[in-house]
């Protein structure tokens, strides 16, 4: 079946300026997260949503950053004011039941950001 | 605070040596931890994950992990190395209480031929 799919693949954008990036989960899977990857860094949690709800968003910077998932399935992660420090890949991860214990996360291929 | 931390942001090994890829981890509780390998330009991968239930833990493309309280480590090995193995290699440790990844900073895998 179809693996987790982020879109678009690589935004630029300037500095200041508004984005969104999307993410569709595989289908059927309750639980969605997003996370960060700078350049030569591991991926760093931003937030995870159980069905609808963000269940813990402990994870995102500042309040420039904000993400929804209004039906429990597609999600878009928002962000203001756009700084050259956002820059990084944005990925996505989704599994069957945030709520089981160690279960596995399936990540997307990601979104590249760079703010000029 | 939980943290993993990967010694060697690059190894290298010749075609058929022995992989050894290290990952120490640091948890308050007894941690579920993760092996995901990151192909370029494709999104990570699980490779394998420990969760208690034995201590050596076997993944896919022959890899393997043993987890080592003792020594707060789950190394990743493999007996000989392929050239499709390069790639970069995660490390991830997920508490029983919650559900975000803590992830190292990965380790870049070069295999000479």
């Known amino acids: 079946g179809a693996g987790v799919s982020q879109t678009p693949s690589n935004k630029v954008t300037e500095k200041g300026k508004y984005v969104e990036l999307r993410c569709d989960p595989i289908s059927g899977h309750t639980a969605l997260y997003w996370y960060r990857q700078s350049l030569g860094q591991g991926p760093e949690f931003l937030i995870y949503?159980?069905?609808?709800?963000?269940?813990?968003d402990s994870g995102l910077p500042n309040d420039r950053f904000f993400a929804v998932r209004p039906e429990g399935s597609v999600s878009t992660l928002k962000i203001q004011r756009t700084e050259r420090g956002d820059s990084a890949v944005y990925l996505c991860?989704?599994?069957?039941?945030?709520?089981?214990?160690?279960?596995?996360?399936?990540f997307g291929p990601g979104t590249r950001l760079t703010v000029l | 605070a939980q943290s993993v931390t990967q010694l060697g942001s690059h190894v290298s090994v010749s075609e058929g040596a022995l992989v050894l890829l290290r990952c120490n981890y640091s948890?308050?509780?007894?941690?579920?931890l993760f092996w995901y390998v990151q192909y370029p330009n494709q999104g990570l991968q699980l490779l394998l994950k420990y969760t208690s239930a034995a201590t050596l833990v076997k993944g896919i493309n022959g890899f393997e992990a043993e987890f080592k309280k003792s020594e707060t480590s789950f190394h990743l090995t493999k007996p000989s190395a392929h050239m499709s193995d390069a790639a970069e290699y995660f490390c991830a440790v997920s508490l029983n209480t919650g559900n975000q990844f803590y992830f190292g900073t990965g380790t870049s895998l070069t295999v000479i031929p």
């Open positions: 949503f159980q069905g609808t709800g963000a269940a813990d």
């Open positions: 948890s308050s509780v007894p941690p579920y």
């Open positions: 991860a989704s599994s069957r039941d945030g709520g089981l214990v160690a279960n596995e996360q399936f």
